[in-house]
């Protein structure tokens, strides 16, 4: 399996000017560092959620074995919509749509899978062929992902939790040793509720 992100995102969580206010800094020496720590908050409540805030685009590739009507894999999950399904878990939700999807070279049309929402899961439901089910399939799929284009589309929790990194990321930037000391108890309290559990 891997992971690529093809589009960052076009702006942040949190404006500049907000993040200003929120530390009450009146003076522009220091807009390029906030700027970068905006950005660096934004990524650690990314990864620590496993969600895309912003809208983005990423390139996900998995390989599965098929195997007759038994999918030996590990995420396959039960009330699937088609009767021989493959399901893929996709990483960074909320997913916005599916762009392009790939099975061993070959282009699947939007009538052959489905997006199905499941828990705070985005599951992508791939129908295959009684023909073609024993064997291994690469799959590639694009999407877009994230919860919209603007700071106001992400929830305001997950925004005030970027602006408390931010804080304790610029008041004490010559301490930082690891990314779990900058996620500090009280905003993973802010997260917890938004978090995707990594338990299948």
């Known amino acids: 399996m891997s992971l690529k992100l093809l589009q960052k995102p076009e702006s942040e969580p949190v404006g500049l000017d907000e ?10 020496l220091d807009d390029n560092l906030l700027n970068i720590l905006i950005t660096t908050a934004r990524e650690l409540v990314e990864k620590f959620l496993g969600r895309s805030l912003i ?6 590739k998995t390989r599965m074995e098929v195997c007759g009507n038994s999918i030996q894999t590990w995420n396959v999950v039960e009330n699937c919509p088609f009767a021989m399904n493959i399901n893929i878990i996709l ?3 909320p997913i916005v749509e599916v762009t392009d999807l790939i099975c061993n070279g070959t282009k699947i049309e939007e009538s ?12 992508l439901s791939l129908q295959v062929k ?12 694009e999407y877009v992902a994230g919860y ?4 106001e589309d992400v929830p305001s929790t997950v925004r005030l939790a970027i602006m408390l ?3 304790r990321i610029y ?12 996620l500090l108890d009280s905003v993973k309290h802010l997260l917890c509720s938004y978090r995707i559990s990594s338990e299948i």
Request: charged share 25%; proline share 2%.
């Open 171 to 182: 008041k004490d930037r010559n301490l930082i040793s690891n990314d779990q000391e900058i």
């Open 148 to 151: 919209g284009e603007q700071a």
């Open 165 to 167: 990194l931010v804080g």
């Open 19 to 28: 993040i200003k206010i929120f530390l009450r800094l009146e003076h522009e």
């Open 91 to 93: 990483p960074n939700a």
């Open 112 to 123: 052959g899978f489905k997006l199905v929402h499941i828990d705070d899961r985005e599951i």
């Open 55 to 60: 809208t983005q685009k990423w390139q996900y």
């Open 130 to 141: 009684q023909s073609i089910a024993t064997q291994t399939l690469d799959i590639l799929t």
